[in-house]
């Protein structure tokens, strides 16, 4: 099993405030992966320096070998990195299906779903992800959990190797939740590495084999879930000093 | 008689046969044939002139809109095109007596090479800004123009004839026969309009519609914007050209005039009227554009003001132009007449 995702050393500030501060960690290929911190400890900032929306200033990124560190956004999707936001984003005066359609037709998405048919390609995205009977409808009318489903079809059309998912359950209810684990479990399954972070804890400690923890861009520490919950530094992180009495 | 029409029409594709179905396809088909009748209806050359002129801008808001619409760039300098068109047609006309649809082609293309060199900028600049560089730009050209600075540094037949203020004049119309200047420039338009209409409904155009809702998502989504947003502007000044290049033939002639910001304005008035996002809502704002304009030829001067005061309550009341609202009202119509 290979490394799939190397970050080394990567720091990035903004104007004073370090986001992340030498940060280094290894996702393995066709692993289950997790990122877990407070708020503010710089997840989001990370995900958006891997997925190129940021550059860093100092560190690199390598994906598969290569490096990527600074390449633009759309690069970047086109090498197999796919990513969600934390903050829905959508094509809101578009259908369901023409949203899909757009990572389809990306150079990398185009590859595979030319063969199927654009259209079709999109729907069978669409129905894997549990959307299919809304595609001729446009995002503004779904609920919170449905637009979460397709942040992840739009992932899947560029036909990605990596998916990173930015805090995939936050704003949802425990039924939707549901329904995005199984989602993701059967990504996961297919062969897709997946990297999220979550400061939901308890859905993700029972998702992933393996977990990295950051507070303050910072690396803390990594490994099965349990362990990493019971870090002493985790613990103080997350509610404040004097809980490493709770280890 | 209607059956043997039905049977003809179940010759063409499937999907113009789906089209002609709706309430749409059949009123837009009607609206064609009575414009082509016009030049057989009447002899009066000022009237065809106003269908002419129409027609012209149909086309270049058309071009705005699908910028506007289905890109979401909002220029607020198309005028440009309109001139840099406007000025190579009718130069190479006069100058190398070519047949009009070649330096009409020659204009639009040099247009879209100006597409492009506006495009880069453009890439970095959004929104509002966006709005305000292209209006630069095309003050820019304009200031250029009518000071006839180029001219001073192109010495010589060139330099004053092509920068000059006074502009180029004596173009010759299409043809001497004004129902055949009609034909074609309906048939321009039409072909201009389908065009259009078929990029937006293309894969192409569901890229182009990913970037006017959601860059970032777009780019997400593995979209190069770069590309496709020069792609755009390019397509968009092309069209806008062939506008300006019929305009230069149909005024016989161009002047520095035609790089004022108000033929900018008038693309988004048109648009906002006639319905953004619909590429053929430009020919139903173009008409009221042009002909409330000949109604209030007398009011020169307060033209303007009222032009202004028909689009603010026009934003207000229809905020998405005309286009949708009328097509249901008149088919609602159809309906009660024909007692559904």
């Given at each position: 099993?290979?490394?799939?995702?190397?970050?080394?050393?990567?720091?990035?500030?903004?104007?004073?405030?370090?986001?992340?501060?030498?940060?280094?960690?290894?996702?393995?290929?066709?692993?289950?992966?997790?990122?877990?911190?407070?708020?503010?400890?710089g997840k989001t900032t990370l995900f958006n320096l891997i997925s190129g929306h940021e550059k860093p200033n100092s560190g690199t990124i390598r994906f598969d070998g290569r490096d990527i560190t600074g390449m633009k956004p759309h690069k970047i999707v086109n090498l197999g990195i796919a990513?969600?936001?934390?903050?829905?984003?959508?094509?809101?005066?578009?259908?369901?299906?023409?949203?899909?359609?757009?990572?389809?037709?990306?150079?990398?998405?185009?590859?595979?779903?030319?063969?199927?048919?654009?259209?079709?390609y999109a729907s069978s995205i669409l129905a894997a992800v549990g959307l299919v009977d809304k595609a001729r409808i446009p995002p503004i009318i779904l609920p919170h959990g449905d637009l979460r489903k397709l942040q992840i079809g739009k992932a899947l059309g560029t036909n990605p190797q990596l998916l990173l998912l930015d805090e995939?359950?936050?704003?949802?209810?425990?039924?939707e939740q549901k329904g995005i684990t199984d989602l993701i479990i059967r990504l996961h399954a297919d062969g897709v590495t997946v990297f999220m972070t979550g400061h939901v804890l308890r859905e993700?400690?029972?998702?992933?084999?393996?977990?990295?923890?950051?507070?303050?861009?910072?690396?803390?520490?990594?490994?099965?879930?349990q362990e990493v919950a019971n870090n002493k530094i985790v613990l103080e992180a997350y509610l404040g000093k004097g809980s490493e009495q709770l280890a | 008689m209607v059956k043997k029409l039905e049977e003809k029409i179940s010759a063409f594709p499937s999907y113009i046969r789906d089209w002609i179905k709706t309430f749409r396809g059949k009123i837009t088909i009607v609206c064609l044939i009575i414009l082509s009748l016009i030049p057989l209806l009447t002899q009066n050359k000022y009237f065809i002139g106003i269908f002419l002129t129409f027609m012209i801008y149909t086309i270049f808001a058309a071009s705005w809109d699908f910028l506007a619409g289905f890109v979401g760039q909002i220029s607020f300098?198309?005028?440009?095109?309109?001139?840099?068109?406007?000025?190579?047609?009718?130069?190479?006309?006069?100058?190398?007596?070519?047949?009009?649809?070649?330096?009409?082609?020659?204009?639009?293309?040099i247009a879209v090479l100006f597409g492009l060199i506006i495009g880069i900028p453009a890439l970095r600049l959004k929104g509002p800004y966006l709005a305000l560089g292209t209006l630069a730009m095309s003050l820019i050209l304009f200031q250029v123009f009518i000071m006839g600075t180029l001219s001073r540094w192109w010495e010589g037949t060139i330099g004053t004839e092509l920068f000059g203020t006074d502009g180029i004049s004596k173009v010759p119309l299409i043809s001497q026969d004004?129902?055949?200047?009609?034909i074609i420039t309906l048939l321009i338009m039409c072909l201009s309009l389908l065009i259009l209409t078929h990029i937006t409904k293309s894969n192409t155009g569901t890229i182009f519609k990913s970037i006017r809702d959601d860059e970032t998502g777009a780019e997400a989504s593995g979209i190069n914007l770069t590309k496709y947003k020069i792609y755009a502007f390019m397509i968009s000044g092309f069209f806008a050209g062939i506008a300006g290049g019929l305009f230069a033939m149909r005024f016989r002639g161009v002047n520095p005039g035609i790089f004022q910001p108000l033929y900018s304005f008038y693309a988004i008035i048109i648009v906002a009227v006639g319905g953004i996002a619909t590429i053929s809502g430009s020919a139903i704002?173009?008409?009221?554009?042009?002909?409330?304009?000949?109604?209030?030829?007398?009011t020169l001067d307060v033209s303007l003001l009222i032009f202004s005061i028909i689009l603010?309550?026009?934003?207000?009341?229809?905020?998405?132009?005309?286009?949708?609202?009328?097509?249901?009202?008149?088919?609602?119509l159809w309906d009660i007449l024909l007692g559904r």
């Open positions: 099993m290979g490394v799939i995702l190397e970050i080394k050393n990567l720091t990035k500030k903004f104007s004073g405030l370090t986001a992340v501060n030498d940060f280094s960690f290894e996702v393995r290929r066709g692993e289950f992966t997790g990122l877990i911190g407070p708020n503010g400890a990513r969600t936001f934390q903050l829905v984003r959508s094509f809101r005066f578009m259908t369901l299906l023409d949203n899909i359609s757009v990572s389809c037709l990306s150079p990398r998405g185009k590859k595979v779903a030319k063969e199927y048919g654009i259209d079709e995939p359950f936050s704003g949802l209810s425990h039924e993700l400690m029972h998702l992933v084999p393996r977990v990295v923890a950051m507070h303050q861009g910072k690396y803390i520490t990594e490994g099965p879930p | 300098g198309h005028a440009i095109f309109l001139g840099i068109s406007g000025y190579v047609t009718a130069y190479t006309i006069v100058n190398f007596n070519l047949a009009w649809w070649l330096a009409l082609l020659i204009g639009a293309t004004p129902v055949i200047e009609y704002g173009a008409f009221i554009f042009v002909f409330s304009g000949e109604f209030l030829r007398e603010i309550l026009f934003v207000r009341f229809a905020e998405h132009g005309l286009l949708k609202p009328t097509l249901e009202r008149i088919q609602e």
